[in-house]
């Protein structure tokens, strides 16, 4: 329940405990799987929640923040990056060609290169402005027809041909495995397929499987229900 728009105080309570205890998680399953707690981070998906939701967890100290279209982005994200400086805010949904100089100027993380034509906008465009984000490579480990992504058979030629054809530093693999499968076959495809690359950061895992994640390698865990609750309805 809201009272004028606003989380009451118990829900923002709520959520920065559970931002915590996720956290909390994170560092332990890093310690258990061998390695820094400091190797994984947290990206809190805040898609479809307003600036009053993700405010309390940003007061708490969350810096990193993963959103699904650039437009949603646009209208919340600047005015809370004045108020918080620091954030690092990820591109986690697909991104149309259309969009790429939009988004160059909000995202400094895309995690959704997936496609020749992507690739080559985003090349455009970065020569353009002289600067890049971040780019991970979307790998569609389950080859689900309505799933972004390129095939795993797929993945090497296509990192390939970011670097040496569109000069993209590309720097870690994405995946969402199918929701109707175990994932961890997933996530350990994605870390070979990374290995094999050359690629250090593996972004896998959300709120019903980061642990798992963690343990075969995740550099970063997109978490969102298990922080803020049940997504708003449209």
């Known amino acids: 329940m809201t009272v004028s728009g606003r989380p009451e105080p118990a829900a923002i309570a709520d959520r920065v405990a559970a ?3 996720v956290r909390q998680a994170c560092a ?11 190797t994984v981070h947290l990206v809190c998906v805040s898609k479809t929640f307003g600036a009053d939701a993700i405010e309390p967890v940003l007061a708490a100290g969350q810096r990193v923040f993963g959103e699904n279209r650039v437009q949603e982005a646009r209208d919340k994200w600047p005015a809370l990056r004045e108020r918080y400086p620091g954030v690092e805010l990820h591109l986690i949904g697909p991104l149309q060609t259309n969009k790429v100089r939009e988004a160059l100027a909000l995202f400094d993380v895309i995690e959704t290169v997936d496609r020749p034509s992507l690739a080559e906008a985003l090349a455009k ?5 002289g600067h890049a984000p971040r780019l991970f490579v979307q790998v569609n480990t389950g080859e689900e027809e309505q799933k972004a992504g390129v095939t795993p058979g797929e993945a090497d030629a296509f990192i390939a041909a970011c670097r040496e054809r569109h000069g993209l530093a590309i720097e870690g693999l994405m995946c969402i495995p199918p929701a109707d499968q175990p994932p961890s076959p997933h996530f350990a495809l994605l870390a070979k397929i990374a ?4 690629l250090a950061n593996l972004s896998m895992g959300m709120s019903a499987d980061y642990e798992q994640a963690i343990m075969l390698g995740a ?16």
Do not use: K
């Open 19 to 21: 931002w915590a205890a």
């Open 195 to 198: 290995a094999r690359n050359g």
């Open 125 to 129: 465009e970065i020569a353009r402005l």
């Open 28 to 38: 332990r399953d890093a310690v258990e799987s061998g390695r820094d707690p400091a």
């Open 219 to 234: 550099t970063h865990v997109r978490i969102g229900s298990a922080i803020f609750g049940a997504r708003p309805r449209p």
